[in-house]
């Protein structure tokens, strides 16, 4: 997954980095409420790890731009200093899916956050087949199109996954990049247009099968569910 982690601490910001980096995600870090929401603006993302206190603006402001500019789907947790039921109380009252009280060990909050994304169904992976329409991903590693298999490759199928995982929300090239081919942004963006070219042929994705895929010009794509 994608996470951004927004802490005044450089150490914090660290210590969760390589708690998420070891399990396998891509981790932005941010000091500045600002700075965060300037990203947002332009990248997609799975999870935001926020702290109230900040040298900008608060972590209450920067979850109500969240939750008021991001798809819904997009999950928020405090990781904070902050104690008093009320202060956990308007932290939930304001979208957040999780609050976690500072100090926290690493392997707790690793735990935390898998529980978190497990919740939620954002992981870029099945254990058992989930099916969008007439598709099925299987747990095994095959995709079915009412009920005949698809010749997708690995990486076709990571990324038609995650494009289903995010129905209807705009993901953006260097998201994508990451997340399947856990590529540095500067790579060359040309092989996800490439492949998405080619998933729109094998998975016949056009409004007779239910989905499309929409071009987001200079920022990425849209699957979209047609008639929804």
Same mark, same amino acid.
């Given at each position: ?8 601490? !450089? ?10 980096? +070891? ?14 929401? %300037? $990203?947002?603006? &332009? ?6 790890? @926020? ?16 939750? %008021? $500019?991001?798809?819904? +789907? ?9 104690? &008093?039921?009320?202060? !956990? ?19 707790? @909050? ?6 978190? @994304?497990?919740? %939620? $169904? ?9 099916? /969008?329409?007439? /598709?099925?991903?299987?747990? +095994? +590693? ?12 690995? #990486? ?6 995650? @494009? ?17 081919? #856990?590529?540095?942004? &500067? ?13 729109? #042929? %094998?998975?016949?994705? $056009? ?9 987001? /010009?200079?920022?990425?794509? &849209? ?6």
């Amino acid at each position: 997954m994608r996470v951004c982690i927004l802490d005044s601490d !450089i150490q914090i910001l660290d210590m969760i980095s390589r708690v998420l980096e +070891g399990a396998g995600h891509v981790c932005h870090q941010f000091t500045e409420g600002r700075m965060l929401i %300037k $990203h947002l603006q &332009r990248q997609s993302l799975d999870l935001v790890i @926020l702290e109230w206190n900040l040298p900008d603006i608060s972590g209450g402001e920067v979850l109500s731009w969240v939750r %008021k $500019h991001l798809p819904p +789907g997009v999950l928020v947790m405090f990781l904070t200093n902050r104690r &008093r039921d009320t202060d !956990i109380v308007s932290i939930f009252n304001g979208g957040a899916d999780d609050c976690v009280a500072k100090p926290v060990s690493p392997s707790v @909050l690793a735990a935390r956050i898998e529980s978190l @994304l497990r919740r %939620k $169904h954002t992981t870029a992976s099945v254990a058992d087949s989930v099916s /969008y329409g007439p /598709y099925t991903f299987h747990g +095994g +590693g095959t995709v079915t199109m009412n009920d005949n298999v698809l010749p997708l490759t690995r #990486k076709e199928r990571d990324l038609a996954l995650m @494009l289903f995982q995010h129905v209807n929300q705009p993901v953006s090239r260097d998201h994508l990049l990451e997340v399947v081919w #856990k590529s540095d942004v &500067r790579f060359e963006s040309r092989t996800v247009d490439t492949h998405i070219s080619v998933l729109r #042929k %094998k998975m016949q994705l $056009h409004p007779g099968t239910g989905f499309r895929i929409t071009t987001i /010009y200079g920022y990425g794509y &849209r699957l979209e569910a047609v008639g929804t």
